[in-house]
């Protein structure tokens, strides 16, 4: 028995829909996530290993804010089940 | 010879007052008119080979059906198969029609289900794209349809089924397939790899 990992000829780049999932990616990776962490909140980028931990939500906040890529990504709030209450601008800090 | 690519996204588009900010909205109806408008080319396309593709949302199958797939004699349904209810429906449905032969030789149905290599590539991507779902879509659908793979695996051992994973890294969308040498490999393989939703929120808050 063998499972055989067969990589595929290379996609056209430039195709529309292989771009624009490229540019998704790219811009979900400048945006910051503000996730529950036991009695805290826990602030990070989707790639990152550790993130940086705040008592209080509106500490968290400050900190995505201060740390959002050239102010271009959004930031997003998640709730006590993982999933997203809201992002910025939509949801008021 | 094109595929003829039938996607529940594309036909959205068509619909009266949708806008990609609230594309959830639009998910029920299309994904009806994507069932009827696959049924109606099943009765007259010519294409020698069926594919249903598989996968959860943002995991790379409209990109690998644009990549690989969009030039060859395919009739191609782009959509997760979320449900085994739903997939056994539509292979049923297959399985009778391609009993008829085309030019012939007997049609054939493939699965080509792509899982995102890693899920937080495919959560940054589904998150930020243009159309817009709630990201319990993402947790419930990529669940559900490697869920309904294992099932679809077990309930018709016959139906050829090609598993592809995606990666984005350095700025290169690429694809691996993954070869098994026999088909309890797969099914091995596919049992090991399920999620649940909670799994999978693990995986992207960690």
Redesign the interface.
Same mark, same amino acid.
């Given at each position: 028995m063998a499972i055989t990992y067969k990589k595929m000829p290379n996609a056209d780049q430039n195709d529309p829909q292989i771009r624009e999932y490229a540019e998704a990616v790219e811009r979900g990776r400048k945006s910051i996530h503000i996730f529950r962490n036991g009695d805290g909140w826990k602030v990070k980028r989707i790639e990152d290993e550790e993130g940086k931990f705040f008592t209080s939500k509106e500490d968290a906040m400050v900190y995505a804010r201060e740390n959002i890529e050239d102010k271009s990504g959004t930031i997003f709030i998640h709730g006590e089940n993982g999933l997203v209450m809201g992002s910025i601008p939509e949801i008021a800090s | 010879m094109s595929a003829t690519i039938i996607s529940a996204d594309d036909i959205k588009k068509e619909l009266p007052g949708y806008d990609l900010s609230h594309a959830e909205e639009f998910h029920r109806e299309s994904a009806k008119l994507a069932d009827r408008k696959f049924d109606a080319c099943l009765k007259t396309s010519t294409h020698q080979t069926i594919v249903l593709m598989s996968g959860g949302p943002?995991s790379?199958k409209?990109?690998f059906v644009?990549?690989?797939l969009k030039d060859g004699d395919y009739l191609i349904f782009d959509g997760i198969l979320p449900t085994e209810a739903g997939a056994g429906i539509k292979i049923d449905h297959i399985r009778k029609s391609i009993g008829k032969l085309v030019n012939g030789s007997a049609k054939q149905l493939k699965i080509y289900a792509v899982w995102p290599k890693d899920f @937080?590539?495919a959560?940054?991507?589904? %998150? /930020? *794209? #243009?159309r817009k779902f /709630? #990201?319990?879509h993402f947790?419930s659908k990529h669940a559900s349809a490697r869920k309904t793979l294992l099932w679809i695996a077990k309930a018709y051992p016959d139906i050829e089924i090609k598993l592809?994973t995606s990666t984005?890294q350095k700025? %290169?969308? /690429?694809?691996?397939? $993954? #070869?098994?040498?026999?088909k *309890?490999?797969a099914l091995v393989?596919l049992e090991k790899n399920q999620y649940s939703e @909670?799994d999978i $929120?693990?995986v %992207? /808050?960690s």
């Open positions: - | 943002a790379g409209t990109e644009a990549a690989y @937080k590539q959560y940054q991507a589904f %998150i /930020s *794209r #243009d /709630s #990201d319990e947790y592809y984005y700025g %290169i969308l /690429s694809f691996t397939e $993954i #070869d098994f040498s026999e *309890r490999e393989f @909670k $929120i693990n %992207i /808050s």
